[in-house]
């Protein structure tokens, strides 16, 4: 009886919910990749070397905390599943600290600035990774029908290319309009609308979809034996080559365009 719960297929409307939490991710990760910066020197009044200098550090920060969440999630055991309760939980949150993000202080001192950057955006990364890595491993606890994940997986890029072309149209116009002006205003209340929408999305995922797959936790390899594999690995080498490229190219043109 399990494993034709395994294999079953999914219905229309988990599919919808799931894709539906790809749409929350880019009203908040795309906002924040492609304005964050813009709204930390032109409406913070933060110098552009301490948010580069912030913008660094932070990879590093994401590379520590998705193993230990990716971890965490895959030991969650609750009536609900591993990875949907951190969808309930961790995305109001985190919806809570975009808000925070973007709520600017001009008149504080240049310290006072950074140190409010540095500790809203590092919480922020990880609350986004609270709710990304256990969504994304999500798909396959849903099915072990490799039909039914690519339907699954299919819902959720589409939605994710619809969310990203609303977001490119709506966002500027929508800031000059709920700002009427005031700059500072207009992203803290689309902060407001996006993490609402964020959180929306993750929890209709959370209620609509179901965990009938129980994933296996992996062996713990080695961090020596890992990074010796990866180097042997050319096919992974150059996809990670493309990935980084495609970061340096998406994020950087984005966040450029926006100065000119």
């Given at each position: 009886?399990k494993?034709?719960?395994n294999?079953?297929?999914?219905p229309?409307?988990s599919k919808?919910a799931?894709?539906?939490?790809?749409?929350?991710?880019?009203f908040?990760?795309?906002?924040?990749?492609n304005?964050?910066?813009?709204?930390y020197?032109?409406?913070?009044?933060?110098?552009?070397s301490?948010v580069a200098?912030?913008?660094l550090?932070?990879r590093f920060?994401?590379a520590?905390?998705?193993?230990?969440?990716?971890g965490?999630?895959?030991?969650?055991?609750?009536?609900?599943?591993?990875?949907?309760?951190?969808?309930?939980?961790a995305?109001?949150?985190t919806?809570?600290?975009?808000?925070?993000t973007?709520?600017a202080?001009?008149d504080?001192?240049?310290?006072?600035?950074?140190?409010y950057?540095?500790?809203?955006?590092?919480i922020l990364v990880?609350?986004?990774t609270?709710?990304n890595?256990?969504?994304?491993?999500?798909?396959?606890a849903?099915?072990?029908?490799?039909?039914?994940r690519?339907?699954i997986?299919?819902?959720r890029?589409?939605?994710?290319?619809?969310a990203?072309?609303?977001?490119?149209?709506?966002t500027?116009?929508?800031?000059?309009w709920?700002?009427n002006?005031?700059?500072?205003?207009?992203?803290?209340?689309i902060?407001i609308?996006?993490?609402?929408i964020?959180?929306?999305?993750?929890?209709f995922?959370?209620a609509?979809t179901?965990?009938v797959?129980?994933v296996?936790?992996?062996?713990k390899?080695?961090l020596?034996?890992?990074?010796?594999?990866?180097?042997?690995?050319?096919?992974?080498?150059?996809?990670?080559?493309?990935q980084?490229?495609?970061?340096?190219?998406l994020?950087?043109?984005?966040?450029?365009?926006?100065?000119?």
């Amino acid at each position: 009886m399990k494993n034709d719960l395994n294999q079953s297929k999914v219905p229309f409307i988990s599919k919808l919910a799931y894709g539906m939490g790809d749409v929350g991710c880019n009203f908040s990760w795309m906002f924040v990749g492609n304005f964050l910066m813009i709204f930390y020197t032109d409406v913070f009044g933060i110098s552009m070397s301490a948010v580069a200098t912030l913008m660094l550090f932070s990879r590093f920060w994401d590379a520590i905390n998705d193993p230990i969440i990716g971890g965490l999630s895959d030991k969650t055991h609750t009536r609900w599943g591993r990875y949907r309760p951190w969808l309930l939980f961790a995305a109001p949150l985190t919806a809570l600290v975009l808000i925070l993000t973007f709520w600017a202080h001009p008149d504080w001192s240049q310290t006072h600035k950074i140190i409010y950057m540095a500790v809203t955006y590092c919480i922020l990364v990880l609350g986004y990774t609270c709710v990304n890595i256990p969504y994304g491993t999500l798909c396959g606890a849903m099915t072990q029908n490799m039909t039914e994940r690519a339907q699954i997986n299919t819902s959720r890029s589409v939605s994710a290319m619809i969310a990203i072309g609303i977001i490119n149209i709506i966002t500027i116009p929508l800031i000059e309009w709920l700002g009427n002006g005031n700059a500072r205003q207009g992203y803290l209340l689309i902060a407001i609308l996006y993490g609402t929408i964020f959180a929306v999305c993750h929890i209709f995922c959370f209620a609509k979809t179901k965990e009938v797959v129980e994933v296996p936790v992996a062996q713990k390899i080695p961090l020596r034996l890992q990074l010796q594999a990866v180097a042997k690995n050319k096919p992974y080498l150059l996809a990670l080559l493309g990935q980084v490229l495609f970061g340096f190219i998406l994020y950087g043109r984005n966040a450029d365009l926006l100065y000119y």
